[in-house]
């Protein structure tokens, strides 16, 4: 009978176990010293669940084979398309909520020093051979030999992880509570047309002190954050395969063609490859 990582004693040494008597935990806090240089897990998870804030002692490459990722941490927020990953250093505390059915695989990724293979969080995009590397390593003993195929699967993704190209998935949020109560406001409403105006009076500020607090606070202008939340809830509609012109009405657009060319250019991929992901 197999014998599952979850449960066994605190003292007993992963290392003495054969690969033959070892199955896949679906607990993270099993994965974080693991004598491996990399751990992967796979798990499901429904449509709506939400991960709770917490963080972990390893870094994590979380990767969704199906399905969008929501993370949040306390000064921003990430969208993670299907087939995109997210890598998050150890010990950062963060959120996850699942939109659609989510087929997880997660990297636990052990930093050796400061050589890690990302230096901060950052959403990437992932080429077919991360993608199938990330698999591969799925489908290995936990405890793969390092010097055979484990040893090089996990060798070749610290590598690869390395070169991914990272994507402007990250919405950066305010700590002042005027511009929190207007970007409240358009998290729950992407497509509000009001111009800074006419978030004046609800902001309780000059449509000056706005604008500069926008510019200090999340690093940009108030146009460009409201474009990004508009694409982020656009990317969890096309996820879901509605059609694109619907999609670009609802944000705020009057045509699809303009919200094509918009979307392409901030989010790095086009409505309609967002869709068939």
């Known amino acids: 009978m197999p014998v599952f990582i979850e449960n066994l004693p605190k003292s007993t040494g992963l290392e003495t176990m054969t690969h033959d008597t070892v199955s896949r935990s679906t607990d993270p806090v099993d994965y974080q010293f693991v004598p491996r240089p990399v751990a992967a897990m796979a ?12 963080e972990h002692e390893r870094d994590q490459f ?20 299907p087939d995109r990953a997210v890598y998050i250093p150890a010990s950062t505390r963060h959120s996850v909520e699942m939109c659609g059915d989510v087929q997880m695989r997660t990297l636990y990724i052990e930093p050796s020093g400061d050589d ?23 489908e290995e003993p936990l405890l793969y030999e390092e010097t055979g195929r484990g040893g090089m699967i996990a060798q070749l993704l610290i590598i690869e992880i390395r070169r991914a190209r990272e994507l402007s998935f990250c919405l950066p949020l305010p700590k002042d509570a005027r511009l929190q109560r207007i970007c409240t406001a358009i998290l ?12 004046s009076e609800t902001a309780g500020a000059s449509t000056r002190t706005l604008a500069r607090l926008f510019e200090r606070e999340v690093g940009m202008g108030f146009g460009a954050w409201r474009q990004r939340v508009r694409f982020h809830a656009a990317l969890e509609d096309l996820s879901r395969g509605e059609a694109i012109a619907r999609v670009a009405h609802r944000h705020g657009y009057r045509s699809a063609s303009a919200f094509s060319a918009a979307f392409a250019r901030i989010m790095g991929l086009t409505p309609s490859a967002a869709r068939q992901r």
Do not use: C, Q
């Not at 969704?64 to 969208?79: C, D, F, H, K, P």
């Not at 230096?119 to 698999?135: G, H, K, M, N, T």
């Open 43 to 54: 798990k499901r998870f429904e449509d709506g669940h939400v991960i709770e804030p917490h």
């Open 188 to 199: 729950a409403n992407p497509s509000d047309r009001r111009t800074l105006d006419g978030w």
């Open 116 to 138: 890690r293979p990302l230096p901060d969080l950052a959403v990437v995009e992932v080429p077919d051979l991360l993608r199938a590397l990330v698999l591969a390593l799925i």
């Open 62 to 81: 979380l990767y969704a084979v199906s399905g969008l990722m929501r993370l949040r941490t306390e000064r921003e927020s990430w969208i993670v398309p």
